[in-house]
C-alpha cells in the first residue's frame, strides 16, 4: 500500500504507549498531523504524549474511531479482533503496522539501522548522541529513553536518521538503509524464530537490503554474524562494504589494553592497526565496550574527528534500564537493567561485578515470557553464577505471545534446578558452602509475584550490596519503589 504521507491528516495510533508508537506519534504531530492514540494502561511515554496535547483513550473501543481519520498505526501485537482495528476495516482506513510506518520517514533520509540480537538500544543512543555531537543533527529513534532528550526520539532536520532495528518477526525488513550496524546474533524470540537458522536468514535479508555503495559495520568477534554476512554475499552480487570490530586482531577496529576501574572501563583502539589512542567509558562491562566500538566505526565512516568521539562515549551516560542507576536502598546501590535473554542477563551481572569490584552483588531476576524461558532454559540455569544473592520472580506472561503448552515451567524449576546443581557439586559435609559458582544453595530465592520479590529483598539485602534488577516485564516496578 502506497501512503502518501503529505496527503495524510489525521493519524490514530492503537497502543500509542509502546517504545517504537510512541516515537512516531511525536513525530507525526512535530509533522503537523492531528495525533490521538489509545493503550490498555497508563504508562511514562503516554504521560510524555498526553503534555503534548495528544489525545489519549485509557483502554480500547470502537468509539474511538471515527470516519475523518486517515490512518491507523499499530503495533504488531495488536489481534484482529480487536475493537479498534476491526472498526478501522469497516469503516476501510488504512491501516499500518509500527515497522511500515517507520519505513515510510526513514527510508526517504539516509538511513543508519541498528540492529542485533544484544545492545540495540545502547548502541542506538551511543551512536545517535555521536552524530548530535559531531553537530551531523539527525534524527534518533531508539528503543528506551536517553537522558539528554527525555524521550526516545530526536527530530532533526538533516539527511540522517538513525534508528533502532528490531529483528521480532522480521521488523527491520520494512527498512532499507544505507548503513547498518549489527552488534551480534543470538537465538532469541522463540515464539516467532524456529530456531538460529531461521533467524540468521532474517538478519541475512536485512543485510540484503543494503545498496551498492552501502557499508555494513558489524562485530566481528560474533561467528553468527560472521555466517550471515557469508550467507548473504552467497547469494547476492551486490559489494557493499564491511567495516568489522571487536577484541580479535583480524578486526579493522579493535580495542585492547582494557582496564576495569572504579566507575569507568578504559582501553585503547586501533584502526587497521593505527594506534587510536585510549577511550574511556563511564557505563559497564564487555559488552559496552562492543556497543562504544560499532559506535567508533560510524564514526570514522562518517569521518568524525576522533577527539569528538572519544568526547562523546566519555560523555555517555547510559539509557533508561541499561545498567540504569536508581538510588541508594538500606544503603545498597539499586541498579534496574532490561537484561532478558541469558547471555545479557550474564554480561550484566559480570559488568556490576567488574565496575564494583569487592562489593556483593544481589541480583533480582523476572524472566520474561514463558516460551523464551522453555526454550533457552538451561543457558538461564548458567547465567547467574557471578552473583552472589539470587531472586527469581515468577515469569512474566507476555499477552498475546504465550502458548498453554508452553506455561508448565516457572521460575521455581530454575531455582530448584540451580539448587540441584550445586548440591551436585559440593559434597553433603559442605552443604551451603560458597561453591565455584558463587552462589550456594541458601543464597537462591523463589518469589511468586513482585509483593513477595520486594518482601524478600527486604528481608536479604545488606549495606554495600549492588542490587540488580532485572528483565523486560514489570519487575523495574520494583526499582522504582525502592527509591521513590
Known sequence: MKINLDKIKKIHFIGIGGIGLSAIARLMKEKGKEVS??????????????????????????????QDMDLIIHTTAVPENNPEFKKAKELEIKTITYPESLGLVFNE?????????????????????LLDDAKLDPSIIVGSIVPRYESNLRIGKSKYF????????????KLYPKIIILNNIELDHTDYYKDLDDMRSAFGEFIGHLPEDGILICNGDNEESRKSIKSIKSIKSKVYKVVSFGLEKNNDIRADNIEFGDGEVKFKVFYNNKDLGEFVLKVPGIFNVYNALGTIALGLTLEIPVDIIKRSLENFSGIWRRFEIKGKYKNALVISDYAHHPTAVRATIEAARQFYPGKRIFAVFQPHQHNRTKKLYQDFLNSFSDADVLILSEIFDVAGREEKKDQSVSSLDLVNDMKKKLENFISPLKKG????????????????????????IDEKIKPDDILLIMGAGDIYKVADDLVE
Open 37 to 66: 492514540g489509545s493503550d490498555l494502561s497508563a504508562s511514562l511515554m503516554v504521560e510524555k504524549l498526553e503534555k503534548l496535547g495528544i489525545k489519549i483513550y485509557m483502554g480500547q473501543s470502537e468509539e474511538n474511531i471515527s
Open 433 to 456: 558452602a560458597r561453591g565455584i559458582s558463587g552462589l550456594d544453595v541458601n543464597s537462591i530465592f523463589y518469589a511468586k509475584n513482585l509483593k513477595e520479590t520486594r518482601k524478600l
Open 162 to 173: 538513525l534508528a533502532e532495528a528490531c529483528e521480532y518477526e522480521r521488523s527491520f525488513l
Open 109 to 129: 533520509k539516509f538511513g543508519i539501522a541498528v540492529c542485533g540480537t544484544h545492545g540495540k538500544s545502547s548502541v542506538s543512543a551511543m551512536a545517535g548522541l
